[in-house]
């Protein structure tokens, strides 16, 4: 990191933009669980979390598109998070906050039914057979959504990776969730609009190599 890089990312991380909570195990809850709204947004919008957002692309230009709801962008790497956090600083987006946490510890961080939408952007598929518990769209993390999600809360995955897409695909229809929208090949469906146009940094080298974007919008309580 450069001088100038380091400056602000110490003025940045000491500010409630970026969000490091001290190291525990168990992770202990923490202060804002349940109370997002009313202790760091200080509104009633609803909470949108982008999960494994790098430099949170999602994030920050939804923050800007929806000013009547809210966005954390979460991820475990400190210098990609920076660089949302800086720009949600430089451009007073009062919408949008970071989140440095371990994605499998999100139950600390967030209580029942607060959370309205969480988007998936470009997740490592771990697609050996020995690391399906690693995925972010594997049961054992589903339960984790649903517990903190509203009944009507919507789950977005956009991703670069067919099988990961497709295992997505046999994890909702196991758990009998409503898919809303679905596509293998998003540049080329009807179903693009102005929201599934923003580029996330990995998408965007994705695409330069030739890659197909697939993306499925499911209700995450939808099950029987
Ligand atoms: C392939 S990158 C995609 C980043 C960004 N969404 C994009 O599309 O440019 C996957 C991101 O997920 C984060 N990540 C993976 N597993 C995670 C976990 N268990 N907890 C927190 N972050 C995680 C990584 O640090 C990385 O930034």
């Known amino acids: 990191m450069g001088k100038d890089k380091l400056k602000d990312s110490k003025r940045i991380f000491h500010s409630q933009d970026l969000i490091q909570p001290a190291l525990s195990y168990p992770p202990a809850d923490h202060a804002f669980k349940g109370k997002w709204n009313k202790e760091f947004f200080k509104n009633d919008f609803p909470i949108v979390l982008e999960l494994g957002c790098g430099r949170g692309e999602y994030a920050v230009n939804m923050a800007k598109k929806f000013p009547e709801k809210n966005f954390?962008?979460?991820?475990?790497?400190?210098?990609r998070l920076w660089r949302g956090a800086k720009t949600g600083v430089e451009e007073k987006i009062s919408n949008l906050g970071f989140l440095r946490i371990q994605i499998q510890n999100l139950y600390a961080f967030f209580g029942e039914n607060e959370i309205s939408e969480i988007w998936i952007t470009?997740?490592?598929?771990q697609m050996q057979q020995n690391r399906e518990r690693k995925r972010l769209t594997h049961l054992r993390f589903l339960s984790m959504y649903q517990k903190m999600m509203k009944p009507d809360g919507i789950i977005h995955l956009k991703t670069d990776s067919l099988p990961f897409y497709e295992y997505t695909l046999e994890v909702i229809a196991e758990n009998k969730l409503k898919?809303?929208?679905?596509?293998?090949d998003l540049y080329n469906s009807p179903i693009l609009d102005d929201v599934l146009s923003i580029k996330t940094t990995y998408e965007q080298i994705w695409l330069?190599?030739?890659a197909k974007?697939?993306?499925?919008?499911?209700?995450?309580?939808?099950?029987?």
């Open 72 to 79: 954390i962008g979460i991820d475990w790497k400190g210098a």
């Open 213 to 224: 974007i697939c993306y499925v919008e499911y209700l995450v309580n939808s099950g029987g």
């Open 208 to 210: 330069k190599s030739g």
């Open 179 to 184: 898919i809303i929208k679905q596509t293998a």
């Open 122 to 125: 470009f997740p490592d598929p």
